[in-house]
Nanobody, 126 residues
Framework: QVQLLESGGGSVQAGGSLRLSCAAS????????MAWFRQAPGKEREGVAT????????YYADSVKGRFTISQDNAKNTLYLQMNSLKPEDTAIYYC???????????????????WGQGTQVTVSS
């Protein structure tokens, strides 16, 4: 049974940093596209960043480029999202997602992913 468990959310002031973690279990951590999504109140879920467990390029939403970094530790089956220079508009519930695939395309469509975590709240105050 595939499980994704996010952690690391919290409340910070604008300009601060947080690191989210997503511990994956129940599947062999390769040949999967992993991603972070977020959903703010009243808004659609949007793709934030993606990485392929087999390595290769990472992709980011334009709104987070240069501020967020996605990474993974395959030995720990864990995906990370380092978030720096946080802004109030980054406030949202952040979700980890995974799908068995040969590549991360189209990575930003939430319907592309088969597995989701329960989410972790990130709140950025001005």
């Amino acid at each position: 049974q595939v499980q994704l468990l996010e952690s690391g959310g919290g409340s910070v002031q604008a300009g601060g940093s947080l690191r989210l973690s997503c511990a994956a279990s129940g599947f062999t951590y390769n040949s999967y596209c992993m991603a972070w999504f977020r959903q703010a109140p009243g808004k659609e879920r949007e793709g934030v960043a993606t990485a392929y467990t087999g390595g290769g390029s990472t992709y980011y939403a334009d709104s987070v480029k240069g501020r967020f970094t996605i990474s993974q530790d395959n030995a720990k089956n864990t995906l990370y999202l380092q978030m720096n220079s946080l802004k109030p508009e980054d406030t949202a519930i952040y979700y980890c997602a995974a799908t068995y695939a040969g590549a991360c395309y189209p990575w930003s469509l939430h319907s592309y992913y088969d597995y989701w975590g329960q989410g972790t709240q990130v709140t950025v105050s001005s």
